[in-house]
């Protein structure tokens, strides 16, 4: 789809049928809610009539909106209530009578203090699915902190093994853990929803804390800990596995990232960098003996690289079999053209930002049922009229008078 055409048709979806309220703002459980709508499922997002979730106003904006928004709250519709007050509660009551999912992020014990805890809405829906992201989830001492994803990246140790020696442990410059927790909240989330057939059609509480997804994806750091009493610690883009891998640089000033590991691509890559000496050298005869010998083998290969230009170094990587890749901007990878045969991105018109915009697809391809995005993040209470007379059945007059705005106002 290019720049100016309209939205995606709507598909029937992987998930089509599954109905999704979203009680939850800025990045980890918008996530959760953005690859399930990515594959179909219906998902009404509810937000604050007073400015709505805080992700329409982080980071970079165009004509006041914030564009990290128009990706979160894709496919998705919107609607706004104040939870604080017993017509928000009523709200949230009627969308979850025919809702398989319910997801919130708030702090643990904010909603039942709002009468909306698991109990209230299993009495409503037995059917239902309740995913609790949280900073330290529902149980332990730290249950009530504020939980951001920077917290979980320092207290899981990423940031402890992330970046040189020499230097302070770097936090990512992406929503890493809020990320992580998006995709492990849909996996658990159809996980629940399978289990809910085989128990009768009752549902149950997901408790998802942000720290746990990143916590996992660490590998072998507790395992090794705890066997060995190995602490990793800071070692750039050094990985304990497997030697050499790294990033290089080439004679025109670009970055090039390799991992060699196998003898077969180790030895591709000396015979594309012209090193046959490294190849045959007993300090490097084979990974483990590599990575006893790092410093010596990155100074030969940090030479090597500052032979050749990016482009030709990358084409003779390619042509030896060794496992090379550029090291890409935002700019380069979205004109990469494998990336753009892969309809990695997509285009879809926006009228509150009056142009078409584009984003990172659905992520992977199901061959029968394949995701699709049909619209950006929507405006605040686009959908108010729509879901909370059409479908919930409030009266207009009672909306009015509570302050709720039916239609979002035009650009």
Not at 379 to 390: D, F, Q, S, T, Y
Request: aromatic fraction near 6%; charge should be neutral.
């Amino acid at each position: 789809m290019g720049p100016g055409s309209p939205p995606a048709a709507s598909t029937s979806g992987a998930l089509a049928g599954v109905r999704v309220v979203e009680l939850a703002s800025f990045i980890a459980g918008p996530s959760v809610g953005m690859l399930l709508a990515d594959h179909g499922a219906q998902v009404i997002k509810v937000e604050h009539p007073q400015g709505g979730d805080g992700i329409r106003t982080w980071g970079n904006r165009k004509r006041g909106v914030g564009l990290y928004h128009k990706l979160l709250n894709r496919n998705k519709r919107t609607v706004t209530a104040d939870l604080k007050t017993p017509l928000g509660v009523e709200i949230v009551c009627r969308l979850v009578r025919d809702a398989d999912v319910l997801i919130e992020n708030f702090r643990p014990g904010t909603l039942e203090r709002w009468g909306l805890g698991y109990e209230v809405l299993e009495a409503i829906n037995p059917a239902l699915v309740m995913v609790r992201v949280s900073g330290f989830g529902q149980s332990g001492p730290y249950r009530e902190r504020a939980g951001f994803g920077s917290l979980a990246e320092a207290m899981t140790g990423f940031a402890y093994t992330n970046g040189y020696r020499d230097r302070p442990p770097l936090l990512p410059g992406f929503a890493m853990a809020d990320t992580t927790t998006g995709l492990a909240g849909a996996f658990l989330t159809l996980t629940a929803l399978h289990a809910r057939a085989a128990r009768g059609g009752r549902g149950q509480v997901v408790d998802l804390p942000i720290y746990e997804p990143l916590l996992t994806l660490l590998g072998p750091h507790v395992i090794e800990y705890d066997q060995l009493g190995v602490i990793p610690e800071r070692a750039g883009s050094r990985l304990p596995l497997i030697a050499p891998r790294g990033t290089f640089q080439t004679r025109d000033g670009k970055w090039i990232a390799i991992s060699a590991g196998a003898p077969a691509v180790f030895a591709g890559l000396c015979a594309a960098l012209a090193v046959p000496d490294a190849a045959a050298d007993p300090r490097f005869a084979d990974n483990q003996a590599r990575r006893a010998n790092e410093d010596a083998l990155e100074a030969i290969l940090r030479e090597a690289f500052a032979r050749f230009d990016q482009h030709e170094l990358l084409a003779r990587l390619a042509a030896h079999g060794a496992a090379a890749a550029p090291i890409y901007s935002v700019a380069d990878v979205m004109s990469d053209p494998h990336a753009l045969a892969r309809e990695n991105f997509v285009a879809v018109w926006d009228e509150e930002l009056g142009t078409a915009v584009r984003m990172q697809n659905v992520i992977g391809k199901l061959s029968a049922t394949p995701g699709v995005v049909r619209h950006a993040g929507a405006p605040l209470a686009a959908h108010n009229r729509e879901v909370l007379i059409g479908e919930l059945g409030f009266g207009e007059a009672e909306l009015v008078a509570a302050g709720i705005v039916l239609d979002a106002p035009a650009r």
